[in-house]
């Protein structure tokens, strides 16, 4: 019992200093753009000027949101790090017909159905998240420092603002659609994706990284659409107040 014990010390005394735990931190503030793919959803009270249109016009509708961030990270070797934070996301969505406008219900009367006619409907959704990545950095005696990056973030839905561009020729003035009755996005969403990027300087750097594969495996960042296709992104972070490492 006591030579199994006895060979894991010695693995450890002989593990080299570059992957000892002794943390280095930073923080980092980024600023980003990701966009997602999008399928229109289905709505009983919305219907296409023709019956061969389709409300969303193209197929290939993308969400697209922008986010700031402000994260500690943690090196805990000089290859690999966590970080976590916080992030401001917001995505907007746009709604559309193939045609000038399509119709989208008022109220019904005994047989009678009433019908607004819409050019778009544009909506924008923020989010209040939690990230959390890990980073594999490509050090070496030199800059840049190439890496890759993989992470998710917990958004939860704060506000919600939808536009409503109506057919001025057909439009009322007198009558108006209720935000209420535009649906919104989920509650909560849950965005995964991954990224490679390069690193300029050491305690106060600066980097550029390319994000893809960009999905959304939980909920909908549009009341509009579904966020279902692949997506990527661009992201800028500036790092600072980097701790020195004892190594």
């Given at each position: 019992?006591?030579?199994?014990i006895?060979?894991?010390?010695?693995?450890?005394?002989?593990?080299?200093r570059?992957?000892?735990i002794?943390?280095?931190?930073?923080?980092?503030?980024?600023?980003?753009?990701?966009?997602?793919?999008?399928?229109?959803?289905?709505?009983d009270?919305?219907?296409?000027?023709?019956?061969?249109?389709?409300?969303?016009?193209?197929?290939?509708?993308?969400i697209?949101?922008?986010?700031?961030?402000?994260?500690?990270?943690?090196?805990?070797?000089?290859?690999?790090?966590?970080?976590?934070g916080?992030?401001?996301?917001?995505?907007?969505?746009?709604?559309?017909?193939?045609?000038?406008?399509?119709?989208?219900?008022?109220?019904?009367?005994?047989?009678?159905?009433?019908?607004?006619?819409?050019?778009?409907?544009?909506?924008?959704?923020?989010y209040?998240?939690?990230?959390?990545?890990?980073?594999?950095?490509?050090?070496?005696?030199?800059r840049?420092?190439?890496?890759?990056?993989?992470?998710?973030?917990?958004?939860?839905?704060?506000?919600?603002k939808?536009?409503?561009?109506?057919?001025?020729r057909?439009?009322?003035?007198?009558?108006?659609?209720?935000?209420?009755?535009?649906?919104?996005?989920?509650?909560?969403?849950?965005?995964?994706?991954?990224?490679?990027?390069?690193?300029?300087?050491h305690?106060?750097?600066?980097?550029?990284?390319?994000?893809?594969p960009?999905?959304?495996?939980?909920?909908?960042?549009?009341?509009m659409?579904?966020?279902?296709?692949?997506?990527?992104?661009?992201?800028?972070?500036?790092?600072?107040?980097?701790?020195?490492?004892?190594n």
């Amino acid at each position: 019992m006591k030579r199994p014990i006895f060979l894991a010390v010695m693995l450890l005394c002989m593990m080299p200093r570059s992957f000892a735990i002794e943390p280095v931190w930073a923080i980092n503030v980024s600023a980003g753009f990701d966009f997602v793919g999008a399928t229109q959803r289905n709505f009983d009270f919305i219907r296409a000027f023709r019956s061969n249109e389709t409300i969303s016009g193209a197929r290939d509708k993308t969400i697209g949101t922008y986010h700031l961030s402000i994260m500690p990270e943690c090196y805990l070797t000089d290859k690999f790090s966590l970080s976590t934070g916080l992030r401001v996301t917001s995505a907007g969505s746009h709604f559309n017909s193939d045609y000038s406008f399509f119709y989208f219900k008022a109220k019904e009367e005994g047989l009678n159905t009433y019908y607004f006619r819409i050019n778009s409907i544009q909506q924008e959704n923020v989010y209040v998240g939690v990230p959390l990545e890990f980073r594999f950095t490509l050090r070496g005696d030199g800059r840049p420092s190439p890496y890759f990056r993989c992470g998710t973030t917990f958004n939860f839905r704060c506000t919600t603002k939808s536009t409503i561009n109506y057919t001025k020729r057909y439009h009322d003035p007198t009558a108006s659609i209720d935000s209420k009755d535009i649906p919104t996005a989920d509650n909560f969403t849950l965005p995964v994706y991954c990224a490679a990027g390069c690193q300029f300087g050491h305690h106060n750097s600066f980097s550029v990284e390319i994000t893809f594969p960009y999905l959304v495996l939980a909920g909908s960042m549009s009341g509009m659409h579904f966020s279902d296709g692949l997506g990527g992104g661009l992201r800028m972070t500036y790092q600072f107040l980097k701790t020195k490492s004892e190594n």
